[in-house]
């Protein structure tokens, strides 16, 4: 029932639209659990985004990220990496360094010449340049441009390495700058950062694992988003051209776990009942891609309503997209009530908010991620080895890592991606919200939420019902009775015959043993909104009436339970 909040309401309607009969229990009897679907891609996928938002130390940690990023590019714009010392390559080798292996073995350096060039003298805060640097050669071939990244003790010691650069091949030097790379110590290189950028060695440990503490937590959270329910959703679900059972999908999950006693019912809680024909599935693509949400609204209820496998869909869903309640009389406190009950519609409508509020934003948020000077600055950051040497030294005891940071912040062609990374950065998350945000924009503008009308007697409630009936756009009729006691309030619902069961017969002409539940002629008052309404208005007498905001939801189940089994 809508008291048991929007979501397992709407599953409820959406899931058990056929009314399967199950032959084991079902979650929703769980005491302390309302809902069959919390295994659904939309239940996991809010359980995820309230779990990112409920998280202060995610938010908190993310405002202090920006300002430890807004710190280093001060001060590497401010600091004078001219006055940096230059270190010996040896000192900031690993321990168990195989680079001098490798100039003996695969360039064929004597061992040496090979001791003598691991003594030779790096100026670290060029290497950000040597790193980025295409064309080695004419970097480490030319006398006059070797000494803008290396510092030699003798002149013998820089002939015997531009003698051996300059006989080597394009693809030589560039792998041996990889291997090079490679046995670098990042607890060494982290502990001369500050003397190769001329800083205070103090404050820029500080810094630095200020930044990694406030780092680690929040690319977690990214990249969990990884294998999150709302980005794999957005592989499996499509909404143009197999909405409904995208919806199902969506809605109910892939496997409800219905298992039906009855072959009728066999396919309940799966998405083949809402698989629509071809034709009425490239109608309605094509109106979508309009981006004219009247056209889509008014295409989605022409396939509703002439598509004879979704009758039943169209019946439930009727009320929820373009109903009317008409309520009399219209008073101070019958308006209380009304605002109360149409609280669950209000939710409804924050969800429209929601994606309104991330369209207008869209270009800003894109803008931010693809050019703003705090991101450009982090990626500006995290391609200089040296600050990579020490973030990852400070995570290396978590599953981060400085390249996982800057691939996700990654901004080029997917060629140019860096070998083995995962093709994921920061624009799926932008697609799948935006995709998300467009299509519950268009989808909310078929709903009519403002479902309450005041009118001023009963009369006119009628002649006012039988318009909206012409026109298919009527839901039901509440006339409050007996107002003049404060402490009880009654009611009368005036609904279609056509909604509603019959009041003047007790059994069908025709009876005959079996269950009734067919969900399209037994079903009337849950396929019409009238126990949805009910449930609305108790719940809003409730509150006007007592002040307190009632927590308790309503779970409904058809009796005899388990259900009716024709075994003849």
Same mark, same amino acid.
Request: net charge neutral; hydrophobic share 35%; with cysteine.
């Given at each position: ?28 009897? $769980? ?7 919390n295994n659904s891609i939309l239940a996991k996928a809010l359980i995820e985004v309230q779990s990112l938002l409920a998280d202060s130390t995610f938010l908190s940690n993310l405002k202090l990220l920006s300002g430890d990023i807004n710190q280093w590019a001060s001060i590497l714009q401010n600091s004078n990496p001219a006055n940096g010392r230059s270190i010996s390559l ?7 360094? $195989? ?76 792998? $041996? ?90 396919? &309940? ?18 109106? &979508?891609?309009?981006?004219?949400? &009247? ?33 009399? /009389?219209?008073? /101070? ?84 991606? /860096? ?150």
């Open positions: 029932m809508p008291s048991a909040g929007v979501l397992p309401w709407l599953q409820g309607m959406v899931c058990n639209i056929q009314n399967p009969c199950v032959s084991q229990p079902t979650p929703g009897e $769980t005491p302390g659990q309302v809902n069959n679907f040896r000192s900031v080798l690993r321990d168990n360094e $195989t680079f001098s292996e490798y100039l003996r073995s695969n360039l064929s350096v004597p061992t040496q010449t090979a001791q003598r060039l691991t003594s030779m003298r790096v100026r670290l805060n060029q290497l950000p340049a040597l790193s980025a640097e295409t064309n080695l050669r004419t970097a480490l071939c030319s006398s006059d441009s070797v000494d803008r990244y290396l510092e030699f003790n003798t002149t013998i010691q820089r002939q015997e390495f531009l003698n051996i650069t300059c006989s080597l091949t394009p693809n030589q030097l560039l792998q $041996t700058r990889e291997v090079l790379i490679r046995n670098l110590d990042n607890r060494k290189l982290a502990t001369a950062l500050p003397l190769a950028l001329n800083l205070n060695p103090a404050e820029t440990a500080v810094l630095l694992a200020k930044t990694s503490t406030h780092a680690a937590p929040v690319a977690n959270q990214v990249l969990k988003l990884q294998t999150s329910t709302m980005l794999s959703a957005v592989n499996v679900l499509d909404f143009r051209s197999n909405p409904f059972g995208s919806l199902t999908l969506l809605m109910c999950g892939g496997d409800s776990g219905f298992n039906s006693t009855k072959s009728s019912n066999s396919s &309940s809680g799966s998405n083949q009942g809402f698989r629509l024909p071809t034709q009425s599935t490239n109608a309605l693509s094509l109106n &979508s891609t309009h981006g004219n949400s &009247s056209v889509f609204c008014q295409n989605l209820v022409d396939v509703l309503k002439g598509t004879p496998s979704l009758r039943l869909f169209w019946t439930t869903l009727r009320p929820l997209l373009q109903g009317r309640v008409l309520y009399t /009389p219209d008073t /101070p406190f019958t308006r209380r009530v009304i605002a109360q009950s149409n609280s669950t519609f209000d939710a409804l409508s924050k969800v429209e908010v929601l994606a309104d509020t991330w369209l207008e934003n869209e270009d800003e948020i894109w803008n931010f991620f693809k050019n703003s000077n705090q991101i450009n600055s982090l990626r500006t950051i995290l391609q200089n080895p040296l600050f990579v040497a020490a973030l990852d030294q400070q995570l290396n005891r978590t599953s981060l890592s400085s390249a996982l940071i800057a691939n996700f912040l990654f901004n080029g062609d997917e060629k140019d991606r /860096p070998v083995g990374m995962p093709s994921f950065d920061w624009r799926n998350i932008f697609n799948a919200t935006s995709e998300a945000a467009r299509f519950l924009k268009e989808v909310m503008g078929c709903f009519d939420l403002d479902k309450f009308e005041a009118i001023s007697s009963e009369s006119l409630l009628v002649q006012r019902a039988m318009k909206l009936l012409d026109e298919e756009r009527f839901w039901a009729g509440v006339v409050f009775t007996d107002l003049d006691s404060p402490s009880l309030v009654r009611y009368k619902l005036r609904m279609d015959i056509e909604d509603t069961e019959r009041t003047d017969k007790i059994k069908d002409r025709s009876w005959r043993p079996s269950a009734r539940d067919n969900p399209y002629n037994d079903l009337r008052y849950v396929r019409g909104g009238f126990v949805y309404l009910q449930d609305m208005l108790d719940r809003g007498i409730i509150r006007t009436q007592t002040g307190v905001q009632q927590t308790l939801g309503v779970y409904t189940q058809q009796m005899p339970y388990p259900c009716y089994v024709d075994d003849a």
